[in-house]
């Protein structure tokens, strides 16, 4: 960052939840059961994709990442949450809330992305289950993975225009995090090329993910309302289910949020929404996939019966 453009602010204030100061010790301990369980059920699903042989396949590959990044996603925010809750000490150095938002943006980018591979992944083991196996090779997996890591490299611009914003006088961010559209209102320069440049880069993030999941599922659809069969249903639901309730809890919020304006507070209303974003969701993608999942359910009851066998 240049000399001139340097912030005169060395550190922010995270005003937190829009909580009473008596409710502060209840919610930590929630926060904190809600963090430790996002961990471990994901963990979990990852270290079940990766003993049993089972589920070394191009769905569970993808499910695995996606776990990654969910405990990825919510570390970036939650922990610096509970440390400030618990210490009530608010503050955060500017260079720790630049990485903070960078790392925000950018797992929510891959997030994103992986939905809508993860989406592609079901269209093709249900409209085209003869050739999945050559389709979805090895090869192209990896493509896809990388391609979704690479484009979401491009929240590193984000940080780079933030870079070159000034902060004067007011530290005071109104959310629990460093939020980028927060910092951009707290900066005393310019900021219509930031906020042009999010539309930009944001809206073809979700556009091009939340389309390539309702394409992919349009495409599932006419398959099977070309050969409807009770059977053929049921195998549809069973394969594409856990897929399409964590794509509905993601965007649902999204919906409500955008499109159905509350006369509530909006900066609260947008604060329950990345309490979504960063603590639920993540945090409901495993029991989604272990309990709707009947191949997770089998490599979870077989390692549980490993365990107890060797424990004997």
Request: glycine share 6%; with cysteine; charged share 10%.
């Amino acid at each position: 960052m240049r000399r001139e453009n340097q912030s005169s602010v060395t550190k922010f204030l995270l005003l937190g939840l829009p909580i009473q100061p008596e409710q502060q010790g209840m919610f930590f301990a929630l926060f904190l059961g809600m963090y430790l369980t996002t961990v471990l059920g994901n963990l979990l699903i990852i270290l079940l994709i990766w003993l049993d042989s089972r589920l070394h396949t191009p769905m569970y590959f993808f499910l695995s990442h996606l776990a990654l990044i969910d405990v990825s996603f919510s570390s970036v925010t939650v922990p610096k949450m509970l440390i400030n809750m618990h210490t009530q000490d608010q503050s955060i150095l500017y260079a720790g809330c630049v990485t903070q938002m960078y790392f925000f943006l950018f797992f929510g980018c891959i997030d994103n992305f992986l939905l809508g591979v993860m989406a592609y992944d079901r269209y093709v083991a249900i409209c085209h289950p003869l050739h999945y196996i050559t389709i979805m090779r090895e090869e192209l997996c990896m493509l896809l993975l990388a391609g979704s890591w690479l484009l979401s490299c491009a929240s590193a611009l984000h940080t780079l225009l933030l870079a070159q914003l000034s902060f004067c006088a007011d530290n005071t961010i109104k959310h629990f995090f460093c939020d980028l559209t927060a910092l951009l209102k707290l900066s005393c320069s310019d900021t219509s090329f930031n906020e042009i440049f999010i539309f930009t880069v944001g809206g073809f993030v979700i556009i091009l993910s939340f389309f390539g999941v309702l394409l992919s599922y349009a495409h599932i659809g006419a398959t099977i309302l070309r050969f409807p069969s009770i059977k053929g249903i049921c195998k549809a639901l069973s394969t594409c289910g856990s897929h399409l309730s964590v794509f509905f809890l993601v965007y649902g919020t999204v919906v409500v949020l955008y499109f159905f304006p509350s006369s509530s507070n909006s900066n609260g209303k947008y604060i329950i929404a990345s309490v979504m974003y960063t603590v639920v969701t993540p945090m409901l993608n495993p029991f989604i996939y272990s309990l709707r999942n009947r191949d997770m359910k089998g490599a979870l009851g077989k390692s549980l019966r490993r365990e107890i066998f060797f424990s004997k």
